[in-house]
């Protein structure tokens, strides 16, 4: 299988978690951390989240493959009021969702999305292995979890470009 040959159907009115999907159809899904800790929120990740200028925030950034392919690189914020007592450990995204769902007992988020076409920056090359030419599919937004009026995280996954196929699935009118 070729990286080109990896890739997963997005429906634009729902919001699974990608890892999921990726286990779903291939399997073999491999998450990488990189980085994680406790920062300080800078003014950008501080608007993102609506916490103070200089809040405590827990970053992590990943790499996810799927076979032996890297297939998107992940940066994700969390402000640390969130996360309870789980903030001394390394989690990937996936297993975050589920210890937060578990003790929350909450089983549905809500998120607000974008999606650009844009060119790669160094680290995204590097760790995307990816050409000068290539561009990235950069998927970012805000995570919140039913129920809450806070936002929980916010995200950037860059992918590459052909990772997702995208579809709009609308109401036919019935009201079904």
């Known amino acids: 299988m070729n990286r080109e040959d990896v890739f997963i159907q997005r429906d634009l009115n729902c919001s699974p978690l990608v890892t999921n999907l990726l286990a779903q159809k291939y399997g073999d899904v491999e998450i990488e951390i990189l980085e994680h800790g406790i920062v300080e929120a800078n003014y950008y990740i501080s608007k993102r989240l609506g916490v103070p200028l200089t809040s405590r925030v827990y970053c992590s950034s990943e790499l996810v493959r ?3 392919h890297p297939i998107a690189y992940n ?4 402000d640390m009021e969130q996360l309870m007592d789980l903030e001394d450990k390394e989690y990937t995204s996936f297993d975050l969702y589920r210890l937060i769902s578990e003790k929350k007992n909450i089983n549905y988020m809500t998120t607000k999305e974008e999606m ?9 090359k590097k760790y995307l ?3 000068d ?3 990235i599919l950069l998927y970012k937004g805000l995570v919140s979890f039913e129920g809450e009026d806070r936002i929980f995280e ?11 196929r ?3 699935v609308g109401n036919n009118g019935s009201g079904n």
């Open 166 to 168: 995208i579809r709009s």
């Open 116 to 124: 650009l076409i844009v060119n790669a920056n160094e680290t995204e």
């Open 75 to 78: 940066k994700y914020y969390i």
């Open 66 to 68: 799927v076979g032996n």
């Open 129 to 131: 292995e990816l050409t």
């Open 154 to 164: 916010y995200f950037e996954s860059s992918n590459i470009s052909t990772l997702y």
């Open 133 to 135: 030419e290539e561009e």
